[in-house]
T-cell receptor
Framework: GQQVMQIPQYQHVQEGEDFTTYCNSSTTLSNIQWYKQRPGGHPVFLIQLVKSGEVKKQKRLTFQFGEAKKNSSLHITATQTTDVGTYFCAGPNTGNQFYFGTGTSLTVIP | NAGVTQTPKFQVLKTGQSMTLQCAQDMNHEYMSWYRQDPGMGLRLIHYSVGAGITDQGEVPNGYNVSRSTTEDFPLRLLSAAPSQTSVYFC????????????FGQGTRLTVV
């Protein structure tokens, strides 16, 4: 079955440092989504990438979709304490059901 | 704007008991799904539905049943609770079949003792 792996599982950064999480799929994806889950909260949609090589930015967040559409990354520039949480990527299988990655838990040290 | 509503928020069950986790959405979404979240394992798909009367299994369906009699409601039933089902459960809905934004409920934290 499809597997969506994320690395790292945990990341601790000093406030102001950059942060990157990587998502890798065993199969080619038609699109990929990213979600953020605050501690004790529920996942909230951030963005969707569809095109090969696509890059999208949301303020300090930069999302990339790989050329082969099998990997993606989320990069946060100059982290803030409000960035704390777990970041998930999610991709559809052949039946268009979404499978989530294992997530990267980000801790920002003030 | 209620979005996706899950009840209850917390539940403690004894091994062998059954219960139903409720999920309702008011966005007229065709697509609904249930996930469980365990430490280090991300969100794992239990069951999903592409519309009223249609359900299918996800990655980890054993021990769970679902039904979809209306567009709005998608309850998850635990048939005979086991400690391995201790988890946080999330219901989600979306317009499309995995190609549009998913909206999540607040979650149900279930403990089976």
């Amino acid at each position: 079955g499809q597997q969506v792996m994320q690395i790292p599982q945990y990341q601790h950064v000093q406030e102001g440092e950059d942060f990157t999480t990587y998502c890798n799929s065993s199969t080619t994806l038609s699109n990929i989504q990213w979600y953020k889950q605050r501690p004790g909260g529920h996942p909230v949609f951030l963005i969707q990438l569809v095109k090969s090589g696509e890059v999208k930015k949301q303020k300090r967040l930069t999302f990339q979709f790989g050329e082969a559409k099998k990997n993606s990354s989320l990069h946060i520039t100059a982290t803030q304490t409000t960035d704390v949480g777990t970041y998930f990527c999610a991709g559809p299988n052949t039946g268009n059901q979404f499978y989530f990655g294992t997530g990267t838990s980000l801790t920002v040290i003030p | 704007n209620a979005g996706v509503t899950q009840t209850p928020k917390f539940q403690v069950l004894k091994t062998g008991q059954s219960m139903t986790l409720q999920c309702a959405q008011d966005m007229n979404h065709e697509y609904m799904s249930w996930y469980r979240q365990d430490p280090g394992m991300g969100l794992r798909l239990i069951h999903y539905s592409v519309g009223a009367g249609i359900t299918d299994q996800g990655e980890v369906p054993n021990g769970y049943n679902v039904s979809r009699s209306t567009t709005e409601d998608f309850p998850l039933r635990l048939l005979s609770a086991a400690p391995s089902q201790t988890s946080v459960y999330f219901c989600a809905s979306s317009y499309g079949r995995g190609s549009t934004e998913a909206f999540f409920g607040q979650g149900t934290r279930l403990t089976v003792v």
